[in-house]
């Protein structure tokens, strides 16, 4: 556990720069913007009270380090975004298909399957090397030879069979 002299923890903030900083570096952003979820319930909370009812709540120790991961952001002169009432989930595929509408490349930097049903010819998912490893790059190749399906649009098909204990 990592932690700062006033023994806060900065796990997630060191992890969090380290994984930005090599985007960065290695891509070079013409646009970029940073997506956190807004303080909140959202939309679906509204719509079924029991959304992500299962799912474990975020540990202190992570909760508190984020406005820190804010301050990483802007110590970047980077936009940081944050709509409330929606997720970053949605805020970023929103972000992703109109850029993709205006042809531009997008890249969406994450790690969580559920991003795979946004892939396309313009919209790639990075998914960040763990502890500073390689990271991949999922295409429309690489989503279909992944989930075992012929079709991007089967994504949320496959993931819908699978389930999501945490969902």
């Given at each position: 556990n990592l ?6 923890p900065t ?8 994984i ?13 913007t940073?997506v956190?979820?807004?303080?909140g ?7 079924y009270?029991?959304?992500?009812a ?6 202190p120790?992570?909760?508190e ?5 804010y301050e ?17 989930d949605d ?8 850029a993709?509408?205006n ?18 010819d313009?919209?790639v ?12 790059v999922w295409?429309v190749?690489?989503?279909?030879d ?7 649009d089967q994504?949320v ?6 389930g999501?204990a945490?969902?």
């Amino acid at each position: 556990n990592l932690t700062d002299n006033q023994n806060r923890p900065t796990n997630a903030v060191f992890g969090f720069t380290r994984i930005l900083l090599k985007i960065l570096k290695e891509h070079d952003p013409k646009y970029i913007t940073v997506v956190f979820d807004a303080p909140g319930k959202n939309f679906r909370h509204e719509m079924y009270p029991e959304y992500k009812a299962t799912r474990a709540a975020a540990v202190p120790e992570f909760l508190e380090q984020i406005p820190r991961m804010y301050e990483v952001v802007q110590a970047l002169n980077l936009p940081l975004t944050l709509v409330p009432g929606v997720e970053a989930d949605d805020v970023i595929g929103t972000l992703a298909k109109k850029a993709e509408n205006n042809d531009f490349k997008v890249y969406m930097i994450t790690s969580d399957k559920d991003y795979a049903q946004l892939v396309s010819d313009r919209v790639v998912m990075l998914r960040p090397g763990r502890s500073g490893g390689k990271s991949e790059v999922w295409g429309v190749a690489e989503v279909l030879d992944r989930f075992g399906i012929e079709r991007v649009d089967q994504v949320v098909d496959i993931l819908g069979l699978m389930g999501d204990a945490s969902d």
